[in-house]
C-alpha cells in the first residue's frame, strides 16, 4: 500500500495482481504484512479507481490517521484460492521461493529468497551464506525449474554469483542472456507483475498473486 488517500481512510495501492476486481472485492479479507515481519487482518470495505489508481478502504481503518500506520504494507491472500497457471514457463512467486538453487553438477550454491520484478526482467534473488546474489530468470541462466522437486537449476556465466550484488554485472549477465537466446528463439511467455513474497509459502499460506515467467532472454 502506498499511500493514504483523502480524510476517509482510503489507501492507494500499488496493483500486483492480473485480477484486482475479484483480488479486492468488498468483503474481501487479506493479510497486510509489514517490513518488520508483522501481520494484520484487513477486510476491505470498498474499492475504486481514481486516476488511474486502486483506492481501498478496510472496516479496520477509520481514517486517515490509521491509514498512514497502514502505509507501506504488503497484501497478501490465500495461497489456495490463486488459479492454476496454464502455461508452463510461468510460476507464481511463492512456487519459487525457497526452491534450492543448484549448478548442472548437482552442486548446491543458495536457496531462492525472492523474485525481483525489475523494468529488465524477473532476477532471482538467492540467499548464499547469508549474502544474495541476483540471478535472470531467464533459460540461458536457469535451465531447468523443477518445483516438484523443489529445485531450480543454474548455468551462470562465470562470476555472476560472486558478483550478484553488482547491478552491473547483473545487466551484463541479462544483455548476454538475451543477445544467446535471441539468436536462436523467440520469447514464448509474457513478463509477470511487480512483487515480492513470504519465502517458502505452500499451498495452505499467504502469497501475492505475483507471476513470475521463465523466458527466453528477451522480457516483455
Known sequence: MAKAHGIRGELAVDVRTDSPEERFA??????????????????????????????????????????????????????????????????????????????????????VRAVVHSPGGELLSLDRDGGEALV??????????????????????????????DDGAVASATTDATTDADATTDTDATSGTEATTDTGATADTEATADVASHTDGTAG
Open 136 to 165: 535472470p530468470f531467464v533459460r540461458e541462466i536457469v535451465p531447468e525449474v523443477d518445483v516438484d522437486g523443489g529445485r531450480v537449476v543454474l548455468d551462470p556465466p562465470e562470476g555472476l554469483l560472486d558478483d550478484g550484488l
Open 26 to 111: 468488498e468483503g474481501s479479507v487479506l493479510t497486510g504484512k509489514s517490513r518488520n515481519g508483522g501481520t494484520t487482518r484487513l477486510t476491505v470495505a470498498a474499492a475504486r479507481w481514481h486516476s488511474g489508481r486502486l483506492l481501498l478502504r478496510f472496516e479496520e481503518v477509520p481514517d486517515r490517521t490509521e491509514a498512514e500506520r497502514q502505509r507501506g504494507l504488503l497484501l497478501l491472500a490465500e495461497a489456495r484460492e490463486l488459479p492454476p497457471i496454464d502455461d508452463p514457463d510461468e510460476f507464481y512467486d511463492h512456487e519459487l521461493e525457497g526452491l534450492r538453487a543448484e549448478l548442472t553438477d548437482g552442486s548446491v550454491v543458495g536457496t
